[in-house]
């Protein structure tokens, strides 16, 4: 069993979507997190253990390479797809709350902002890490964030911008959210934000990376 | 001497008596500056030319540029962009997903699109104003940025690692329409073509080598070949793509705030001019006494190099006007 996890794990880390798929191109041939997902499932492994020692550690591992320069985004959006296929089945077992979610995590663009790639590297990096991520998309207003969080209490936000000009209406968003959930926790990311800036607004956490943020919350979630 | 001759000192490499060159890349600052839109600025050769041209002689700028959005040459191509009146344009849906898609695709005639037509347009009307006497930078879309513009970025991206045949396909289209659209620029009077490919900064050195470097070099060598120097700009940090990007033949080499100028020099050698790069976010929200330090300490790591001072990026719309003037007013006291 612990094999076919590793196997999963490293079709997660090096992109291998399913037998079909070209890449990596020294795993040409070889089933991919596609197939071994549903081996494993039909030999009748947790559902839950092939979340955590398979897709965990492989996005787990992505997420450092990616923070230390060693792969860059086509090789996350990979990793990415690969991870995407191997949750499909495991889809089922969520809905009948067999795999328990480390919990949600709410995430947007901000308002005026059409910019997604890192919106969307971060999304699938909590995905990958056992969150339930709710993608709110781009140009996101605070009224969007904030009826999204009355639905799911106890749920954290992550805010993305690229813009100089759009990184403003983060504090608008900040704001708002501490209004309907003064408990949830906030994530701010994109170029032209830093840890200044977060503070300057009231946000909790900045992080360069998604892996910095998927570890913050790990740590809130574990607390 | 005109700013043209300065220019052509720095390339050669001769010391004279002048300031810093200075030309941070200006677009939504330039329209609000001249009070107009950014949807006038993209859409408008006039306003975009004598808003450069104002923010030009206010800063003392020694260049002025073409650059608004990276959707001309997408416009060309058929997709349809829509122009927000204070955000940079936006092109609706990417127009190709399939190797059918691509190979459908027709090269467009830049001249006949009203997109690329107006950037034309404006080359020749900064020449009308400026008898040639200031270096006039034009635009295009790089080959990666462009395929990115036309198929989604995401998908682009993916695409590079899963299918070359699609990636090969519309990169070559992309750079028959870059060489057409700096043809243009240049014979309607610019000196200098800038090729953006801002989202080269986000794949590894291997993708690059494969996909792109020999691309840039193609573009670049056809550049010079009809009279032009290259400016080449990648957003981002692209410290792990300098030793490939040292081979491409670029004239002057923009470097984003994460690049270590020192790092830069060493890697691509002291004969590419090297434009750059106070963190533009910085120049916007510190206090001008900090703009000037950050200004300081640049120009004495880069003095006796070939070096133009400008931000890593472009200048936010935000910015104090007197932070970039403390920029410039900086730079009169080095030489280049």
Redesign the interface.
């Given at each position: 069993m612990d094999e076919l996890l590793n196997q999963i794990a490293y079709c997660v880390e090096f992109g291998k979507i399913n037998l079909q798929s070209p890449y990596p191109p020294d795993m040409k041939g070889q089933p991919g997190a596609d197939e071994l997902t549903k081996e494993a499932l039909d030999k009748g492994v947790d559902a839950d253990m092939i979340l955590q020692k398979g897709l965990v550690v492989g996005m787990e591992k992505v997420g450092i390479k990616f923070r230390e320069n060693k792969i860059f985004v086509p090789q996350v959006l990979m990793s990415a797809k690969a991870m995407n296929t191997a949750i499909n089945h495991l889809k089922p077992y969520f809905l009948e709350g067999n795999i328990k979610r480390k919990g949600t995590f709410v995430i947007g663009t901000v308002a005026g902002d059409l910019h997604d790639i890192g919106k969307n590297l971060v999304a699938m990096m909590f995905e990958g890490n056992g969150w339930e991520v709710i993608d709110l998309g781009t140009d996101v207003s605070s009224n969007k964030f904030v009826e999204e969080l009355k639905n799911r209490p106890g749920s954290h936000v992550g805010l993305s911008a690229l813009l100089t000009t759009t990184m403003v209406n983060m504090e608008q968003i900040v704001q708002e959210v501490r209004k309907t959930a003064p408990n949830s926790k906030i994530l701010i990311g994109g170029a032209p934000v830093n840890e200044e800036f977060k503070t300057k607004i009231g946000a909790d956490f900045y992080s360069p990376d998604p892996q910095g943020a998927v570890e913050y919350l790990n740590s809130i979630a574990s607390n | 001497m005109t700013k043209k001759d300065k220019l052509e000192f720095l390339f050669k490499g001769k010391k004279i008596e002048t300031f810093k060159l200075f030309r941070p890349i200006l677009m939504?600052f330039a329209a609000r500056f001249s009070n107009h839109t950014y949807a006038e600025f993209a859409s408008d050769y006039r306003i975009l030319v004598e808003s450069n041209l104002k923010a030009m002689e206010y800063f003392d700028m020694d260049m002025v540029g073409l650059i608004s959005d990276p959707y001309r040459e997408t416009s060309a191509f058929g997709a349809k962009i829509t122009f927000p009146a204070?955000?940079v344009p936006?092109c609706e849906a990417p127009i190709i997903q399939t190797y059918e898609d691509v190979k459908s695709l027709k090269n467009p005639d830049v001249y006949q699109n009203f997109r690329t037509r107006d950037r034309i347009d404006g080359a020749a009307y900064f020449q009308k104003l400026l008898n040639g006497k200031v270096p006039v930078i034009g635009w295009i879309e790089g080959p990666l940025a462009e395929a990115c513009d036309l198929s989604g970025?995401?998908y682009m991206?993916?695409q590079?690692?899963?299918?070359p045949d699609y990636s090969n396909a519309v990169l070559d289209k992309c750079i028959v329409t870059a060489k057409d659209f700096a043809r243009a620029q240049i014979e309607a009077g610019c000196d200098i073509i800038g090729i953006g490919d801002a989202i080269c900064s986000?794949?590894?050195r291997d993708?690059y080598d494969l996909y792109v470097k020999d691309r840039h070099r193609e573009i670049i060598e056809y550049i010079h070949d009809r009279g032009a120097r290259v400016k080449l700009h990648i957003c981002?940090n692209i410290t792990?793509l300098l030793p490939s990007i040292k081979e491409v033949g670029m004239d002057i080499l923009d470097l984003d705030w994460q690049v270590d100028m020192d790092y830069a020099y060493e890697i691509v050698g002291p004969e590419v001019v090297r434009c750059g790069n106070i963190d533009?976010?910085l120049i916007?929200n510190k206090s001008k006494d900090v703009v000037v330090a950050l200004t300081q300490n640049l120009l004495q790591k880069e003095s006796g190099r070939k070096h133009i001072l400008s931000a890593g990026c472009e200048i936010?719309?935000?910015t104090p006007v007197e932070n970039l003037l403390a920029m410039r007013k900086e730079s009169y006291v080095n030489k280049i």
């Open positions: - | 939504h204070e955000a936006v970025v995401s991206l993916m590079l690692m899963m299918d986000q794949i590894d993708t981002g792990h533009p976010v916007q936010t719309v935000n």
